[in-house]
T-cell receptor, first 113, second 114 residues
Framework: QQQVKQSPQSLIVQKGGISIINCAYE??????FPWYQQFPGKGPALLIA?????SEKKEGRFTISFNKSAKQFSLHIMDSQPGDSATYFC????????????FGSGTQLTVLP | DSGVTQTPKHLITATGQRVTLRCSPR?????VYWYQQSLDQGLQFLIQ???????AKGNILERFSAQQFPDLHSELNLSSLELGDSALYFC?????????????FGQGTRLTVV
C-alpha cells in the first residue's frame, strides 16, 4: 500500500534547466518530508527536508515547495547540472516514536550536458 | 561517507539458504532501520530497533528477522531464501528524541539469490 506517490518516474532535463519532481501523500500522520538523492551503488543521502508548518525551503539550487491542504510537495532543482543525475526519492516520516520513513517510488533524473 | 557501515557489500547465495547482514550505526545513534530496495517495490521499510528493542515493523516477511546488540550494531537474518529476495538491503541510523531524527543510510548489501 503506497502512501507516498511520486512522479514522474523518469525525467530528462537539459543542463541549466529546472527539474521538478512531485509527491503526494494521503496519511495525515506525517510530520517531516525529506528528499533523498541516490547515486548508483550508493545508499540514499538526505538532500533537503521540510516540516509541514513551512511552505517553502531553499538550500542552494534545491527548493522544496509544500502544500499542506493539497497534501503535496515538490522538489525543484534550479540550474540543473549533469552531476545532479541520480535517483531522487521523496519520503514522509510518521508521527510518534517509531519515526520510520515511507518512500516514494523514485525519479530517475538525467541532466544532459 | 554517512558513517553507517554495512557488511558484506555483495552476497550471492542459493535458494533455501540463510544469510546474515550486518550494520554498524553512526556513533551515538541509537536507532537502526532496515530497508529493502528492489526494482519493482522501491524502498520498503522492514523493521526498526531502538537501543536494543524492536520499535516498529513494516513489510518484513516471517522468514526475516533482526536484532540489535548491546553495542548497537544490528543484524538482519534472511532465511529460506527465494529468488524474489534478491535486492539491495539498506541499513539506516538516527538519533531519536528532540528534533534530530535525520536518517543516515549505509551503502547497502546487494543480495543475489540464485
Amino acid at each position: 500500500q503506497q502512501q507516498v506517490k511520486q512522479s514522474p518516474q523518469s525525467l530528462i532535463v537539459q543542463k541549466g534547466g529546472i527539474s521538478i519532481i512531485n509527491c503526494a501523500y494521503e496519511n495525515t500522520a506525517f510530520d517531516y518530508f525529506p528528499w533523498y538523492q541516490q547515486f548508483p551503488g550508493k545508499g540514499p543521502a538526505l538532500l533537503i527536508a521540510i516540516r509541514p508548518d513551512v511552505s517553502e525551503k531553499k538550500e542552494g539550487r534545491f527548493t522544496i515547495s509544500f502544500n499542506k491542504s493539497a497534501k503535496q510537495f515538490s522538489l525543484h532543482i534550479m540550474d540543473s547540472q549533469p552531476g545532479d543525475s541520480a535517483t531522487y526519492f521523496c519520503a514522509a516520516r510518521t508521527l510518534g516514536s517509531a519515526r520510520q520513513l515511507t518512500f516514494g517510488s523514485g525519479t530517475q533524473l538525467t541532466v544532459l550536458p | 561517507d554517512s558513517g553507517v557501515t554495512q557488511t558484506p557489500k555483495h552476497l550471492i547465495t542459493a535458494t533455501g539458504q540463510r544469510v546474515t547482514l550486518r550494520c554498524s550505526p553512526r556513533s551515538g545513534d541509537l536507532s537502526v532501520y532496515w530497508y529493502q530496495q528492489s526494482l519493482d517495490q522501491g524502498l520498503q521499510f522492514l523493521i526498526q530497533y531502538y537501543n536494543g528493542e524492536e520499535r516498529a515493523k513494516g513489510n518484513i516477511l516471517e522468514r526475516f528477522s533482526a536484532q540489535q546488540f548491546p553495542d548497537l550494531h544490528s543484524e538482519l537474518n534472511l532465511s529460506s531464501l527465494e529468488l524474489g529476495d534478491s535486492a539491495l538491503y539498506f541499513c539506516a541510523s538516527s538519533v531519536l528524541g528532540g528534533g534530530n531524527t535525520e536518517a543516515f543510510f549505509g551503502q547497502g548489501t546487494r543480495l543475489t539469490v540464485v
